[in-house]
């Protein structure tokens, strides 16, 4: 029987899992009061404004519960304001708010080093290489 060690998904799961836990530290240990999953609701609104519930939840992998789970947070911690849809009362207009806009600003350099930390080592060629390999496997799953 194979060793989970040497299988490559499972390679790739232990390193989203150690990014994660690692950004997820880092955040709180500049005082963000915010998760990880919750920042990638945030940009994902930031950069495309007009999406659906059902689109953001899809852009950031999540089910549609667990989304409104993260956007009902962000509403309590005045980052996104909700309003009812005005030709469909079952969906929402979501926006983000000023203080959601500056912390996004904010948080995006200690973003960008936690990036840099996780890929120290790897040069840019690489990491090309990897993005490439990366979407061939995305590939080949939904075909």
């Not at 232990?14 to 240990?29: D, G, H, N, P, T």
């Not at 203080?99 to 996004?104: G, N, S």
Request: a positive charge; one cysteine or more; charged letters at 25%.
């Amino acid at each position: 029987m194979e060793n989970l060690k040497d299988i490559l998904f499972y390679s790739l799961e232990k390193s989203i899992k150690a990014y994660r836990q690692f950004a997820q530290q880092e955040l709180v240990k500049h005082d963000f009061n915010i998760t990880i999953d919750q920042w990638l609701v945030l940009k994902t609104l930031h950069d495309n404004p007009q999406q659906t519930q059902q689109q953001v939840a899809i852009a950031v992998f999540k089910d549609y519960a667990s989304v409104t789970r993260i956007i009902d947070l962000l509403v309590k911690k005045k980052y996104l304001i909700r309003t009812i849809h005005a030709d469909d009362r079952r969906r929402f207009n979501l926006a983000l708010t000023e203080d959601a806009v500056k912390l996004l600003a904010k948080m995006q350099p200690v973003i960008n080093k936690n990036r840099t930390t996780a890929l120290r080592d790897i040069s840019e060629q690489q990491a090309t290489e990897l993005k490439q390999l990366l979407n061939t496997i995305i590939k080949n799953c939904q075909a």
